[in-house]
Nanobody, 115 residues
Framework: QVQLVESGGGLVQAGGSLRLSCAAS????????MGWYRQAPGKQRELVAV???????NYADSVKGRFTISRDNAKNTVYLQMNSLKPEDTAVYYC?????????WGKGTLVTVSL
């Protein structure tokens, strides 16, 4: 079992920045991949960024150059630094991992970007 808790969402003006955090607890020693997804109103959930245990990262085209995913293994925490935010980044952001063939999700944190 893995528990994921996101934090750091909020309201920000376009062009601003936010940093999301995802704290993992439970049976986390075997976690290799962690990622951030988002779901905007009326849209499907989409992958934003992913990081694997070796440090490799991958990003959705829409956030490349603006968002950075990182992890602190000592704190069992994954971060998403979001810069140059746009109104279209408004969504609920979810932390995700896959372990033992099971998907684990956090409850999400809302990011709202105003004009």
């Amino acid at each position: 079992q893995v528990q994921l808790v996101e934090s750091g969402g909020g309201l920000v003006q376009a062009g601003g920045s936010l940093r999301l955090s995802c704290a993992a607890s439970g049976s986390i020693f075997s976690i290799n991949v962690m990622g951030w997804y988002r779901q905007a109103p009326g849209k499907q959930r989409e992958l934003v960024a992913v990081i694997i245990s070796g440090g490799s990262t991958n990003y959705a085209d829409s956030v490349k150059g603006r968002f950075t995913i990182s992890r602190d293994n000592a704190k069992n925490t994954v971060y998403l630094q979001m810069n140059s935010l746009k109104p279209e980044d408004t969504a609920v952001y979810y932390c995700h991992t896959l372990l033992g063939g099971m998907d684990y999700w956090g409850k999400g944190t809302l990011v709202t970007v105003s004009l």
